[in-house]
């Protein structure tokens, strides 16, 4: 037993759970983004699998990861897009229609996956991104086991937590965005454009949610399969409930489900691995119980999942 | 409603239509303010007059009619548009994001910038300029959650200013305030007037018309129906104007005679979820035929108290006696069986389901009582009589198949009026009981209130209407932070006084006569 | 949570009807568009995707047998949406109610086949349930959506009926599944041959009672008032968050038996991720049934043929049959989209107008 725990806590588990957040955390920062500005993003999952999907098609096709990793970001921004067509445009229920965005894009991946490649499982293999070793840092005790070598997105996504940070908190459009999702009518009022920073938010968000799909398609592994987001978005949601609407919350939090996500691996890989499927329960169940902790302490932005201008007669919100 | 030549319009409205769906908001409405001026927009709940500054502002377009700034004519699409034009807006339902800063809420849409970074401190500074110059001083870093409403009505205002408003709408400014934050109200808008802004000032209040304004326009249906100079008019005459018909500005209230108490609070306390007092030890008591009026600036517990009495909060301490007894079970069921009925002060919120038809929500609360329900069935026939003569005996236009929302305000708030007192209640928990509802609806309301006194009911009246409450009320309690800071018979107080309490002073017995003139008594409540 | 609620009126009633099926056929011209962009030939599509769903007796009762689940699954969400609760848990509730069904069955051998079945498809109810309740609970305590707890806990169904099966009701043979059911607890066939059950049977009562309990029952209004306004519910004496867990364990129950159907009347047995994704069809039935417990079958019929056409689009078109998934997805956001029958109606340009409330306050 004590061999167990000395693999499940191991170094390599926080690098794994480090690699394994990055699709979460993107997500998660494309959650706080799109709901800091008043709109529910469910469609977090069939963002993740848009990018997952366009990423290894892409990479298919030319060779080029990198080309890939555009690909995804085109790909999520329309994504990002359609939500707010139907979320933002046509005053659709937000939850109802992310949850319709998934199952459209669930349904689309694997039926693409199967026009082009005739397969319903998995892709082929294609080309994944290259890891990059950062110098100084690989010989580094412990940190550089850590953060020595990774894929460019999770090095990406580390950079990417504060800078959304900043742009929310220190920077004008941060605080209309912010505006936007606390009270639409003031920003109105003061000239601030509800439905065009709306938009600007859920094109941003999408691109940001499709490259965790990118990570997760051609950091992790080099091809695409069938539902290979497994329920990330929502994770990536709790993600971002539990870090307070806070990107460097939103990035804790991911690291957290992912330290499970990582710990089941590991655990599959011991000489007597427990079983299989209750091991991968873990994450699920993790997020349920924080999820479950978390809501009470936390407020959301004030008029997060409104339409603007609200409904007729409209009771409570 | 032609210039005379000597008056150079800064403003004017011409021929403004507007209607939405059925509902005609404007209907060929003239507005014509002179540069300098207080003007007052006066009309009745419901006549138009936030429509029409509304689309002053860019939120609505007019389906017809044009607007001319300074004699120009102009197009004005979107509230960026209005500002462009030097109009601000003080809207009656504040503008301002609860957890952001004054700072930031002031600077939105137009930050000062620094390497790519809001600038702050410029942000500070330039609040704190604007706030010296019409001597409205706030704390730029101060929480909006954090402030007073008279305070966050200063930030609305300096807001404007800061976008280099010349032309101010204040809508129902004064709804909100204390008799002493409405003076001081008055004294800005003279500053602003001495500094050559021109201010419109939406209201339904007469005595404030009166007081303040150079000139007034009447709106009602819809419709123009006069601008007269405030100095030739007297308040019987703009009311007959904004009524169409005269009116009773006074409701007679016979002497109370009052018998057992049948509610009874005892050091009652409520805290909120971050387990702060929001009520303090609260006791009160109300008798069999009388009123007890609540005062107190929204925000300092009524809301909290309101939902203590109705079994919606937890008490954190205290006793609640309805009747004589405690109820038996928590929540709003056991108090109704001891004969509570509860008017709240939100109905979309919580008096109505407003998706719901009518007929269910005539007995929203009774659904499993009989003769609406046996054995858990509801039972339709007396359902639809019940709703019918509900109806009827509150003049209420609606079919009882129709959704709730289908209804106008006064006749959702008429509904929920109706159902409350349906069953002669001996406890009436009656909040902002007319609020937002026209002249003939709240005639209505406090006739059938004071009727239920005369039967014998104990009724507790919470409203942000001092006028109303002064009308009504036999005896007035003032709660201020979660406290009742004085008791007594209505005639102890005067309107000044009470607005004192309601700031959290003593008044000095002795400056009982003040200067401010308290014309009329329940005029337009 | 939807566009408003039911309407009372005959007026409402026909234009969400009409709502609905514009939805549909959007839907499916988009599925067109993409078939064509992907260089299929639309005619050749949809003709067989028609064949398969209605072109003789087999198909067509083909589409019916697919529709079975969908009626249990499209009634729990409906169930849940008038609650003001978004059930996409449904697709974890049938399996956890699938192997509690099957369990039972097998644990009592010798009963009579009324009295097994019955507690068979209480054994699978009871379990659905507990797989509502708890999503329900925690919202109804401490705001956890369910949206996102159902789908983690459709996950763990899965996972979890997975690893019993395969740890401790595993039947010899290389498929993770458990023995066969005795024939005293198979559903009796509705018509012979078929493998049309009383399954049906049992689901239009569902949908007769749900519909009759919540229009004319206490117990109906106050999961209604919940649903339109907890506030308001509140105000009015309904144990709100009772009443959630309750609507979220009676959805479960309720999409529970497609589950235990299935395993009684078709499958036999417990066969580990035997959903094709029935709980998901369930929530596009749902939403194109405008919540309304009658809406639910025609609704359920039209995905029932959706995917046994699909079927047959595969075999004889050669076109994935997951087109499907796609449509489903097309058909939630359509339906949910308030503002597109706005643009059909009228010529409104710019945002929905505001109507001004009474007064100004």
């Given at each position: 037993m004590?061999?167990?725990?000395?693999?499940?806590?191991?170094?390599?588990?926080?690098?794994?759970?480090?690699?394994?957040?990055?699709?979460?955390?993107?997500?998660?920062?494309?959650?706080?983004?799109?709901?800091?500005?008043?709109?529910?993003?469910?469609?977090?999952?069939?963002?993740?699998?848009?990018?997952?999907?366009?990423?290894?098609?892409?990479?298919?096709?030319?060779?080029?990861?990198?080309?890939?990793?555009?690909?995804?970001?085109?790909?999520?921004?329309?994504?990002?897009?359609?939500?707010?067509?139907?979320?933002?445009?046509?005053?659709?229920?937000?939850?109802?229609?992310?949850?319709?965005?998934?199952?459209?894009?669930?349904?689309?991946?694997?039926?693409?996956?199967?026009?082009?490649?005739?397969?319903?499982?998995?892709?082929?293999?294609?080309?994944?991104?290259?890891?990059?070793?950062?110098?100084?840092?690989?010989?580094?005790?412990?940190?550089?086991?850590?953060?020595?070598?990774?894929?460019?997105?999770?090095?990406?996504?580390?950079?990417?937590?504060?800078?959304?940070?900043?742009?929310?908190?220190?920077?004008?459009v941060g605080l209309r965005v912010r505006m936007i999702g606390e009270h639409p009518e003031a920003a109105d009022t003061l000239g601030i454009p509800v439905h065009r920073l709306q938009y600007l938010s859920l094109l941003a968000a999408g691109g940001l949610a499709a490259l965790g799909g990118a990570q997760l398609a051609l950091g992790d592994l080099a091809w695409f399969s069938q539902n290979m987001s497994a329920g990330r978005g929502y994770m990536a949601l709790a993600a971002n409930v539990f870090g307070q609407w806070n990107p460097l919350g939103s990035l804790l939090a991911s690291l957290l489900f992912a330290l499970t996500d990582a710990m089941q691996m590991r655990i599959q890989t011991l000489p007597n691995p427990w079983p299989t499927e209750l091991v991968q329960m873990l994450p699920y169940l993790l997020t349920i119980a924080v999820l479950s902790g978390a809501v009470r302490r936390s407020r959301p932005p004030a008029a997060l999942g409104r339409h603007y201008p609200p409904e007729p007669g409209a009771g409570a919100p | 409603m032609t210039a005379t030549g000597t008056e150079p319009w800064i403003l004017e409205m011409i021929d403004i239509h507007k209607r939405f769906g059925p509902v005609v908001a404007n209907d060929g409405v003239h507005l014509a303010v002179a540069r300098g001026e207080i003007h007052c927009l006066l009309g009745e709940n419901g006549a138009g007059k936030s429509t029409l500054m509304k689309i002053l502002y860019g939120l609505y377009s007019p389906d017809r009619g044009e607007i001319r700034i300074r004699g120009q004519r102009v197009a004005i699409r979107s509230p960026r548009d209005a500002m462009a034009a030097g109009i601000g807006m003080v809207h009656q339902h504040f503008m301002l994001v609860d957890r952001m800063t004054v700072a930031e809420n002031l600077v939105a849409g137009m930050e000062p910038v620094r390497r790519g970074l809001l600038d702050l401190d410029r942000a500070r500074q330039q609040v704190q300029a604007m706030a010296a110059r019409y001597g409205l001083q706030v704390d730029p870093d101060a929480r909006v959650q954090d402030l007073s409403v008279g305070q966050q009505q200063r930030v609305e205002i300096l807001k404007a200013l800061m976008r280099r408003a010349d032309i101010l709408i204040l809508d129902e400014p004064t709804a909100v305030l204390t008799p002493q934050e409405v003076d001081e109200l008055f004294q800005v808008m003279q500053q602003l007037k001495a500094d050559g802004k021109t201010v419109i000032f939406i209201t339904h209040k007469?005595?404030?018309?009166?007081?303040?304004?150079?000139?007034?326009?009447?709106?009602?249906?819809?419709?123009h129906v006069g601008?007269?100079?405030?100095?030739?008019?007297?308040?019987?005459?703009?009311?007959?104007?904004?009524?169409?018909?005269?009116?009773?500005?006074?409701?007679?209230?016979?002497?109370?005679?009052?018998?057992?108490?049948?509610?009874?609070?005892?050091?009652?306390?409520?805290?909120?979820?971050?387990?702060?007092?929001?009520?303090?030890?609260?006791?009160?008591?109300?008798?069999?035929?009388?009123?007890?009026?609540?005062?107190?600036?929204?925000?300092?517990?009524?809301?909290?108290?309101?939902?203590?009495?109705?079994?919606?909060?937890?008490?954190?301490?205290?006793?609640?006696?309805?009747?004589?007894?405690?109820?038996?079970?928590?929540?709003?069921?056991?108090?109704?069986?001891?004969?509570?009925?509860?008017?709240?002060?939100?109905?979309?919120?919580?008096?109505?389901?407003?998706?719901?038809?009518?007929?269910?929500?005539?007995?929203?609360?009774?659904?499993?009582?009989?003769?609406?329900?046996?054995?858990?069935?509801?039972?339709?026939?007396?359902?639809?009589?019940?709703?019918?003569?509900?109806?009827?005996?509150?003049?209420?236009?609606?079919?009882?198949?129709?959704?709730?929302?289908?209804?106008?305000?006064?006749?959702?708030?008429?509904?929920?009026?109706?159902?409350?007192?349906?069953?002669?209640?001996?406890?009436?928990?009656?909040?902002?009981?007319?609020?937002?509802?026209?002249?003939?609806?709240?005639?209505?309301?406090?006739?059938?209130?004071?009727?239920?006194?005369?039967?014998?009911?104990?009724?507790?009246?919470?409203?942000?209407?001092?006028?109303?409450?002064?009308?009504?009320?036999?005896?007035?309690?003032?709660?201020?932070?979660?406290?009742?800071?004085?008791?007594?018979?209505?005639?102890?107080?005067?309107?000044?006084?009470?607005?004192?309490?309601?700031?959290?002073?003593?008044?000095?017995p002795a400056a009982a006569k003040d200067s401010a003139p308290a014309k009329e008594g329940a005029a337009g409540a | 949570m939807l566009d408003g609620t039911p309407a009372g009126n005959a007026r409402g009633w026909l234009r969400e009807l009409a709502q609905s099926l514009g939805a549909i056929v959007l839907a499916l011209l988009a599925g067109a568009a993409l078939l064509a962009a992907a260089g299929y030939s639309v005619r050749d599509a949809y003709w067989s995707l028609y064949q398969g769903a209605f072109g003789n007796v087999y198909s067509i009762a083909d589409t019916l047998l697919n529709a079975i689940p969908l009626l249990f699954t499209g009634l729990a969400v409906a169930l849940a949406f008038r609650g003001g609760l978004f059930n996409i848990g449904t697709e974890g509730q049938m399996y956890a109610a699938a192997l509690a069904t099957a369990l039972t069955a097998l644990a009592l051998p010798g009963w009579p086949p009324l009295l097994l079945i019955t507690a068979s498809l209480l054994a699978g109810a009871a379990a659905g349930a507990a797989w509502g309740f708890v999503p329900g609970f925690l919202r109804a305590r401490t705001g956890a959506h369910e949206v996102i707890t159902t789908i983690m806990l459709n996950y763990v169904a899965i996972l979890l009926t997975t690893h019993l099966v395969k740890t401790r009701f595993k039947a010899p043979g290389p498929v993770d599944q458990t023995a066969l059911i005795p024939a005293a607890a198979r559903l009796p066939e509705l018509v012979p041959a078929t493998r049309l059950t009383w399954a049906i049977v049992v689901a239009v009562a569902l949908i007769a009672l749900v519909d009759w309990v919540l229009r004319k029952s206490s117990w109906g209004m106050d999961l209604e008032l919940v649903g339109q306004n907890p506030s308001a519910a509140a105000y009015a004496g309904v144990p709100v968050a009772a009443r959630t867990a309750l609507t979220m364990a009676a959805s479960g129950a309720i999409a529970g038996l497609a589950g235990s159907t299935l395993v009684l009347g078709v499958l036999h047995r417990f066969i580990t991720h035997f959903s094709p994704g029935y709980g998901f069809t369930g929530i596009a039935v749902a939403l194109a049934a405008r919540a309304r417990p009658w809406g639910v079958v025609p609704a359920a019929l039209l995905f029932g043929a959706l995917q046994a056409g699909g079927l047959s689009m595969q075999l004889f078109a050669r076109i994935p049959a997951d087109l499907i998934t796609v449509i489903q997805g097309l058909v939630i956001l359509f339906v949910a989209a308030p503002g597109l029958a706005a643009l059909f109606r009228r010529r409104a340009r710019g945002p929905v107008p505001v109507l001004p409330r009474e007064g100004t306050r």
């Amino acid at each position: 037993m004590t061999d167990a725990w000395e693999v499940i806590f191991h170094i390599n588990t926080l690098t794994a759970a480090l690699r394994l957040a990055t699709p979460i955390a993107l997500a998660a920062l494309a959650g706080t983004l799109s709901e800091r500005a008043g709109v529910i993003n469910l469609g977090l999952e069939g963002k993740l699998l848009a990018g997952a999907w366009a990423a290894v098609y892409a990479t298919y096709l030319t060779g080029a990861p990198w080309v890939g990793v555009l690909a995804a970001v085109a790909a999520g921004m329309l994504v990002g897009a359609l939500l707010g067509l139907f979320a933002v445009g046509l005053r659709a229920n937000h939850v109802v229609a992310g949850v319709g965005l998934n199952i459209l894009l669930l349904g689309l991946t694997t039926w693409l996956m199967q026009v082009v490649w005739d397969s319903r499982g998995t892709s082929p293999t294609v080309a994944a991104l290259p890891r990059w070793t950062i110098p100084g840092l690989r010989d580094v005790p412990l940190l550089g086991d850590l953060l020595g070598s990774h894929s460019p997105l999770v090095y990406f996504t580390l950079l990417a937590a504060p800078l959304l940070w900043v742009v929310l908190f220190k920077t004008p459009v941060g605080l209309r965005v912010r505006m936007i999702g606390e009270h639409p009518e003031a920003a109105d009022t003061l000239g601030i454009p509800v439905h065009r920073l709306q938009y600007l938010s859920l094109l941003a968000a999408g691109g940001l949610a499709a490259l965790g799909g990118a990570q997760l398609a051609l950091g992790d592994l080099a091809w695409f399969s069938q539902n290979m987001s497994a329920g990330r978005g929502y994770m990536a949601l709790a993600a971002n409930v539990f870090g307070q609407w806070n990107p460097l919350g939103s990035l804790l939090a991911s690291l957290l489900f992912a330290l499970t996500d990582a710990m089941q691996m590991r655990i599959q890989t011991l000489p007597n691995p427990w079983p299989t499927e209750l091991v991968q329960m873990l994450p699920y169940l993790l997020t349920i119980a924080v999820l479950s902790g978390a809501v009470r302490r936390s407020r959301p932005p004030a008029a997060l999942g409104r339409h603007y201008p609200p409904e007729p007669g409209a009771g409570a919100p | 409603m032609t210039a005379t030549g000597t008056e150079p319009w800064i403003l004017e409205m011409i021929d403004i239509h507007k209607r939405f769906g059925p509902v005609v908001a404007n209907d060929g409405v003239h507005l014509a303010v002179a540069r300098g001026e207080i003007h007052c927009l006066l009309g009745e709940n419901g006549a138009g007059k936030s429509t029409l500054m509304k689309i002053l502002y860019g939120l609505y377009s007019p389906d017809r009619g044009e607007i001319r700034i300074r004699g120009q004519r102009v197009a004005i699409r979107s509230p960026r548009d209005a500002m462009a034009a030097g109009i601000g807006m003080v809207h009656q339902h504040f503008m301002l994001v609860d957890r952001m800063t004054v700072a930031e809420n002031l600077v939105a849409g137009m930050e000062p910038v620094r390497r790519g970074l809001l600038d702050l401190d410029r942000a500070r500074q330039q609040v704190q300029a604007m706030a010296a110059r019409y001597g409205l001083q706030v704390d730029p870093d101060a929480r909006v959650q954090d402030l007073s409403v008279g305070q966050q009505q200063r930030v609305e205002i300096l807001k404007a200013l800061m976008r280099r408003a010349d032309i101010l709408i204040l809508d129902e400014p004064t709804a909100v305030l204390t008799p002493q934050e409405v003076d001081e109200l008055f004294q800005v808008m003279q500053q602003l007037k001495a500094d050559g802004k021109t201010v419109i000032f939406i209201t339904h209040k007469l005595r404030e018309t009166m007081a303040f304004s150079d000139r007034v326009t009447v709106l009602r249906g819809g419709r123009h129906v006069g601008t007269v100079r405030t100095a030739d008019t007297s308040p019987e005459a703009l009311a007959e104007m904004m009524v169409g018909r005269q009116v009773m500005l006074r409701v007679s209230r016979p002497p109370a005679k009052p018998g057992e108490t049948l509610l009874e609070l005892e050091r009652v306390s409520v805290v909120d979820r971050r387990g702060q007092p929001r009520l303090r030890h609260v006791t009160l008591s109300v008798r069999s035929g009388e009123v007890l009026g609540i005062a107190g600036v929204e925000g300092n517990g009524q809301l909290e108290l309101e939902e203590a009495i109705a079994g919606l909060r937890p008490l954190a301490g205290g006793r609640i006696r309805i009747g004589g007894r405690e109820p038996a079970q928590p929540g709003p069921r056991g108090r109704r069986a001891l004969g509570l009925a509860h008017i709240p002060s939100d109905r979309l919120r919580r008096g109505l389901a407003a998706p719901l038809p009518v007929a269910r929500n005539g007995i929203l609360g009774r659904h499993w009582q009989a003769p609406f329900a046996r054995r858990g069935l509801l039972r339709e026939r007396a359902i639809r009589d019940h709703v019918g003569r509900l109806l009827a005996s509150f003049q209420i236009r609606g079919r009882p198949d129709a959704p709730a929302a289908t209804l106008s305000g006064g006749n959702q708030q008429k509904l929920v009026v109706a159902r409350e007192l349906a069953d002669s209640p001996r406890v009436i928990l009656a909040c902002q009981p007319t609020r937002g509802v026209d002249v003939g609806a709240i005639a209505q309301i406090h006739r059938e209130l004071l009727q239920r006194r005369a039967a014998g009911a104990a009724i507790l009246l919470i409203s942000a209407d001092l006028d109303e409450l002064m009308a009504l009320s036999d005896r007035i309690a003032v709660l201020y932070e979660g406290e009742i800071v004085t008791e007594g018979p209505t005639e102890a107080f005067t309107k000044q006084q009470l607005g004192l309490w309601m700031a959290g002073q003593r008044p000095v017995p002795a400056a009982a006569k003040d200067s401010a003139p308290a014309k009329e008594g329940a005029a337009g409540a | 949570m939807l566009d408003g609620t039911p309407a009372g009126n005959a007026r409402g009633w026909l234009r969400e009807l009409a709502q609905s099926l514009g939805a549909i056929v959007l839907a499916l011209l988009a599925g067109a568009a993409l078939l064509a962009a992907a260089g299929y030939s639309v005619r050749d599509a949809y003709w067989s995707l028609y064949q398969g769903a209605f072109g003789n007796v087999y198909s067509i009762a083909d589409t019916l047998l697919n529709a079975i689940p969908l009626l249990f699954t499209g009634l729990a969400v409906a169930l849940a949406f008038r609650g003001g609760l978004f059930n996409i848990g449904t697709e974890g509730q049938m399996y956890a109610a699938a192997l509690a069904t099957a369990l039972t069955a097998l644990a009592l051998p010798g009963w009579p086949p009324l009295l097994l079945i019955t507690a068979s498809l209480l054994a699978g109810a009871a379990a659905g349930a507990a797989w509502g309740f708890v999503p329900g609970f925690l919202r109804a305590r401490t705001g956890a959506h369910e949206v996102i707890t159902t789908i983690m806990l459709n996950y763990v169904a899965i996972l979890l009926t997975t690893h019993l099966v395969k740890t401790r009701f595993k039947a010899p043979g290389p498929v993770d599944q458990t023995a066969l059911i005795p024939a005293a607890a198979r559903l009796p066939e509705l018509v012979p041959a078929t493998r049309l059950t009383w399954a049906i049977v049992v689901a239009v009562a569902l949908i007769a009672l749900v519909d009759w309990v919540l229009r004319k029952s206490s117990w109906g209004m106050d999961l209604e008032l919940v649903g339109q306004n907890p506030s308001a519910a509140a105000y009015a004496g309904v144990p709100v968050a009772a009443r959630t867990a309750l609507t979220m364990a009676a959805s479960g129950a309720i999409a529970g038996l497609a589950g235990s159907t299935l395993v009684l009347g078709v499958l036999h047995r417990f066969i580990t991720h035997f959903s094709p994704g029935y709980g998901f069809t369930g929530i596009a039935v749902a939403l194109a049934a405008r919540a309304r417990p009658w809406g639910v079958v025609p609704a359920a019929l039209l995905f029932g043929a959706l995917q046994a056409g699909g079927l047959s689009m595969q075999l004889f078109a050669r076109i994935p049959a997951d087109l499907i998934t796609v449509i489903q997805g097309l058909v939630i956001l359509f339906v949910a989209a308030p503002g597109l029958a706005a643009l059909f109606r009228r010529r409104a340009r710019g945002p929905v107008p505001v109507l001004p409330r009474e007064g100004t306050r």
